[in-house]
């Protein structure tokens, strides 16, 4: 199981860039993969982006690609979801979730953070 605690969500404007964090806390975080979801009002959890804990593996829902970049690091054993570009579309409760490598199902979830992307 992996503790997982998102911030840096606010209230942005269209064209505005976002940084958000996930710390993360698990006896063995290099054997997870990471990653991020987003819902929007009245719609499913959508996800957004994965990165493997050990190596530079990532990877990017196309809704998303060329504008979020999703990294970590090791040191301070926290994950970043840099947003940039940002569209009213983007608003939504925004989650950090692990699971371990191998498997499908994300099992560990953060309590979410709101990014609200004004017009």
């Known amino acids: 199981q992996v503790q997982l605690v998102e911030s840096g969500g606010g209230l942005v404007q269209t064209g505005d860039s976002l940084r958000l964090s996930c710390a993360a806390s698990a006896s063995t975080l290099s054997l997870y993969v990471l990653g991020w979801f987003r819902q929007a009002p009245g719609k499913e959890r959508e996800w957004l982006a994965a990165?493997?804990?050990?190596?530079?593996?990532?990877d990017y829902a196309d809704s998303v690609k060329g504008r979020f970049t999703v990294s970590r690091d090791i040191r301070r054993n926290t994950v970043y979801l840099q947003m940039n570009s940002l569209t009213p579309e983007d608003t939504g409760v925004y989650y950090c979730?692990?699971?371990?490598?191998?498997?499908?199902?994300?099992?560990?979830w953060g309590q979410g953070t709101q990014v609200t992307v004004s017009s």
């Open positions: 979730a692990a699971k371990p490598r191998g498997d499908r199902d994300y099992t560990s």
């Open positions: 990165i493997l804990w050990s190596g530079r593996g990532t």
